[in-house]
């Protein structure tokens, strides 16, 4: 079985400061990592992907993810948060054994709140 | 991504009635997926096809069904719906072939209501 843990509901950051999402995961074997965030009323939209290889992972709009097999944690990051970030994020989870059979397991969201 | 819609946009419906969501992609991927969207409880897998042959339920099928008329196309139904199934309901594609991390991407999203 797979499952994804995002222990904050919300995180509030100011403008300008760097921000952090944390992300943990379960899964039998050796993951696929992903990031997802969500505007109001749209669906949502891939932001990046850990593979394989390099510990850090960098995406779409600025944002990087940094891969912590001990620790099982793929947190978000961004050096310097924008008004236009605030929106809800997910972490998602896939085991690379599997073959997609079982489909990408979602965190439960994270409000991210950029205050200007 | 527009290259993945969903229709209709928003359905209001009563309890009981049989009430069908449609998908259509033009990403040319097989494998189509449905979830829905509870507000805290992030996005569950309802049902999943592989190709068009290949239909599966996902964990929370109970009370849902799938149709995968072609590849481009896979509808869910509430045979019955309740006021329960009232969520945001999103479809999504997939293609393990870039790279074999199946990176799905997402419809708009169906916001049903079930009264």
């Known amino acids: 079985a797979q499952s994804v843990a995002q222990p904050e509901d919300q995180v509030n950051v100011a403008e300008g400061n760097p921000l952090t999402v944390k992300c943990t995961y379960s899964?039998?074997?050796?993951?696929?990592l992903f990031w997802y965030v969500q505007y109001p009323n749209r669906g949502l939209q891939f932001l990046l992907k850990y593979i394989t290889g390099d510990n850090l992972v960098k995406g779409s709009y600025g944002f990087e993810a940094e891969f912590n097999k001990s620790q099982t944690s793929f947190h978000l990051k961004k050096p310097s948060a924008l008004v236009s970030d605030s929106a809800l994020y997910f972490c998602a989870v896939r085991d690379r054994a599997g073959g997609g059979a079982d489909g990408l397991t979602f965190g439960k969201g994270t409000h991210l709140i950029i205050q200007p | 991504d527009a290259d993945v819609t969903q229709t209709p946009r928003n359905r209001i419906t009563k309890t009981g009635k049989r009430i069908m969501l449609e998908c259509s992609q033009t990403?040319?991927?097989?494998?189509m997926y449905w979830y829905r969207q509870d507000p805290g409880l992030g996005l569950r897998l309802i049902y999943y096809?592989?190709?068009?042959?290949?239909?599966n339920k996902g964990e929370i099928s109970d009370g849902y069904s799938v149709s995968r008329q072609a590849q481009a196309k896979f509808s869910l139904s509430l045979e019955s719906a309740i006021p329960n199934q009232t969520a945001l309901y999103f479809c999504?594609?997939?293609?393990?072939?870039?790279?074999?991390?199946?990176?799905?991407?997402f419809g708009p999203g169906t916001r049903l209501t079930v009264l």
């Open positions: 899964v039998s074997g050796n993951p696929y």
């Open positions: 096809s592989f190709d068009v042959k290949d239909i």
């Open positions: 990403k040319g991927h097989d494998r």
């Open positions: 999504a594609t997939s293609d393990p072939g870039q790279g074999g991390t199946d990176t799905q991407y």
